[in-house]
Structure formats: C-alpha cells, structure tokens
T-cell receptor, first 108, second 113 residues
Framework: QKEVEQDPGPLSVPEGAIVSLNCTYS??????FMWYRQYSRKGPELLMY????GNKEDGRFTAQVDKSSKYISLFIRDSQPSDSATYLC????????FGQGTELSVKP | DSGVTQTPKHLITATGQRVTLRCSPR?????VYWYQQSLDQGLQFLIQ???????AKGNILERFSAQQFPDLHSELNLSSLELGDSALYFC????????????FGSGTRLTVV
C-alpha cells in the first residue's frame, strides 16, 4: 500500500464547476500537507500548504485537512480552462511524499 | 521561471551509457532534492543534499549517484542506463531543510533507447 493515495483521474469538468480533488494517507506522523499544480512538461509548482488539520483558503482554492480520517482535499471554485493541469498532493516525512497526481481538464 | 535551473532539458542516450544531469538551485536555497517522475510511479524522491552534505536518501538505485558542490549546484549521475530509466528528472530547492515550499525546476526528460 502506498503512503499517499490519489485518484489519477482524468477528471473533466465544464468551466465554472466546483472541483474536488482528494488524497488519503496512511502515516499519522505527517504534519504538513501540500498541493502542487503541474502543467504539461513543466515542473510542479506549490499551490497551497496547510499545517495539521483545518482549512486554508486562497482565492478560488480551498485546502482541507482531516487528520482523524487521514484525508485531504483541494476545492477549486469557478474553475477555468487555465486550471487544466495535474494536481499533486504531497506530505512530509523528512522529505515530500507525493500522490500519483490527478489530471484535471476544464472545458470551455 | 522558478529560479531553479536544470540542464539539459532533453537527453537521448543508449542503454549502458552514463549521463549527468545538472541543477542550479534558486538563489539563497541551501537544500537540493532530486525526484524521478514516470507515468506509472509518479514523483519518486531520490536524494536530498543540504549545504553540500547528503541528508536523505529515497528510492535511488545504486547505479545513480549525486553530489552538491560548494557553489551549491548539484549533479545527478546515472550510469549503466536501462530502458526503464527513461523518465522526467526534477530538481527542487528550498531555503533550509523544511519539508514544504520546495521550488521545482522544469526537469530533464531522459530517453534511453
């Protein structure tokens, strides 16, 4: 079993939709939870990070961490075609452990 | 431009050969991390250096090695290459040893034929 599980998708939604991306994990020692966005043929870029449980909002993006369920989510409101990318969750264990990534396509 | 520079961008080489991938971290960053990304394995951590010293090792094959030089740039050496080594290799950097806020380079795409 992988330490971090993420549905690879692909996920296709119409422009303006609310997108929900999720990861589950097995190691309760994880404390920092991150979401990276990766456009095709580019390096991942950090979108948001959250320390421990709770919510964090940044514009159209909201990250949620539920440590009791070992479940993290990223919500994208009013999704745009420019949001089309692969989204990777990541967690720390001395180094970052990444999920497989979910490929998102937002159709105009 | 993330500030992390990786060269070359593309590399095509034959099985059994040796290649060197280079990474210049963002100005001021002391930690360098190497990751391998393939379609079936996702982003896999290989190795971390902090200010010239190896700090953490992941799933790095014995045929692979890395180092970080006094000017903080890093090189990843891949030898006795196999077809399965074909992947994107990313370098990332961070200011310290904290495990959030990595800045990634744009990667080196290695194709072994």
């Amino acid at each position: 079993q992988k330490e971090v599980e993420q549905d690879p998708g692909p996920l296709s939604v119409p422009e303006g939709a609310i997108v929900s991306l999720n990861c589950t994990y097995s190691n309760s020692a994880f404390q920092y939870f991150m979401w990276y966005r990766q456009y095709s043929r580019k390096g991942p870029e950090l979108l948001m990070y959250t320390y421990s449980s709770g919510n964090k909002e940044d514009g159209r993006f909201t990250a949620q961490v539920d440590k009791s369920s070992k479940y993290i989510s990223l919500f994208i409101r009013d999704s745009q075609p420019s949001d089309s990318a692969t989204y990777l969750c990541a967690m720390n264990r001395g180094k970052l452990i990444f999920g497989q990534g979910t490929e998102l396509s937002v159709k105009p | 431009d993330s500030g992390v520079t990786q060269t070359p961008k593309h590399l095509i080489t034959a099985t059994g050969q040796r290649v060197t991938l280079r990474c210049s971290p963002r100005s001021g960053d002391l930690s360098v991390y190497w990751y391998q990304q393939s379609l079936d394995q996702g982003l896999q951590f290989l190795i971390q250096y902090y200010n010239g010293e190896e700090r953490a090792k992941g799933n790095i094959l014995e045929r692979f090695s890395a180092q970080q030089f006094p000017d903080l740039h890093s090189e990843l050496n891949l030898s006795s290459l196999e077809l399965g080594d074909s992947a994107l290799y990313f370098c990332a950097s961070s200011v310290g040893q904290e495990t959030y806020g990595y800045t990634f380079g744009s990667g080196t795409r290695l194709t072994v034929v």
